[in-house]
């Protein structure tokens, strides 16, 4: 349910600036990626009748032509930009490791100076961020914010130990492959954008720098916690088998916009939670 408010915000600003929506499915991850999953999605957009106005319509055209997994050179070829860079070090540290050496929750460092080749095996690429200036992070209205890599993001991985790349890479990637000029994402994900920032600035990916972001509030449920990939009664899946029609599931979503108005499908909750913040 998180997912689909995160959308129908997407979607009502899209509609309010004249923007495309455009579906983009991340399975690079191929550890947690299934083909279930990625079903899932299609059947709720279908279920819930989601305009998209670009990207694949239903599981086969996905797997055939906008899988991540058929973008692999894409990916690689901004890797090697990094590498022209200079920038990138090995690292061979576990997450254990990095959790017990840091004391504020990001990159304690430790394989920074240690001259590992990129091509040991077993070893993940980061990007040396030591000394990083600030990046801008453009509003809907084209307005920068001078923002500094939180040290969370410090020193962050852009090429994983199995040798695919990591979804900063991936997703900066896509954003300037498809020309992607505005980002709509959860509040959780700014360190992401600002790290993608720094990303793209050290690839030399000019055009992403000029991309807009709008970060909205997280939906959460009663108990303040996130509401996301949740296989129980907050999921579309279980609502939908449950017996559930798709008003009642655009009407739950509305509540969770804090929108008090009756909307009866996607265009009505579109344009009232557009409304709601004086996008219309």
């Not at 079903?39 to 990207?55: H, K, Q, S, W, Y």
């Not at 894409?74 to 540290?93: M, P, Q, T, W």
């Not at 997703?171 to 959860?186: E, I, M, P």
């Amino acid at each position: 349910m998180g997912n689909i408010a995160s959308f129908a915000l997407t979607t009502a600003l899209a509609r309010a600036t004249g923007a495309a929506v455009m579906l983009r499915v991340d399975d690079m991850d191929r550890e947690r990626t299934a083909t279930r999953y990625v079903a899932n999605i299609f059947e709720t957009i279908e279920f819930l009748r989601i305009p998209v106005d670009m990207g694949p319509r239903n599981l086969v055209e996905f797997e055939a032509n906008w899988s991540q997994m058929l973008r692999l050179p894409l990916y690689n070829d901004v890797l090697e930009r990094l590498k022209a860079s200079g920038r990138l070090f090995a690292c061979k540290c576990s997450r254990s490791e990095i959790f017990w050496s840091g004391n504020d929750g990001g990159y304690p460092g430790k394989c920074r100076h240690r001259q590992l080749p990129l091509d040991t095996p077993g070893v993940a690429w980061r990007l040396d961020t030591e000394g990083c200036a600030p990046v801008n992070v453009l509003d809907v209205h084209g307005q920068p914010q001078l923002l500094s890599l939180p040290a969370a993001m410090r020193d962050f991985v852009v090429r994983k130990k199995d040798g695919f790349p990591a979804y900063q890479t991936t997703s900066v990637a896509d954003d300037v492959h498809f020309g992607v000029d505005l980002v709509v994402r959860g509040a959780d994900l700014l360190e992401s954008t600002i790290a993608q920032l720094v990303l793209a600035r050290a690839a030399g990916l000019e055009d992403f720098e000029r991309t807009s972001f709008f970060h909205h509030d997280l939906v959460t449920d009663v108990g303040g916690r996130k509401l996301s990939k949740s296989e129980g009664a907050q999921s579309v899946r279980f609502r939908r088998m449950h017996g559930f029609e798709s008003s009642d599931v655009v009407n739950s979503v509305a509540e969770l916009l804090s929108v008090h108005e009756l909307v009866t499908n996607w265009t009505e909750l579109a344009d009232a939670a557009a409304r709601k913040r004086g996008w219309l």
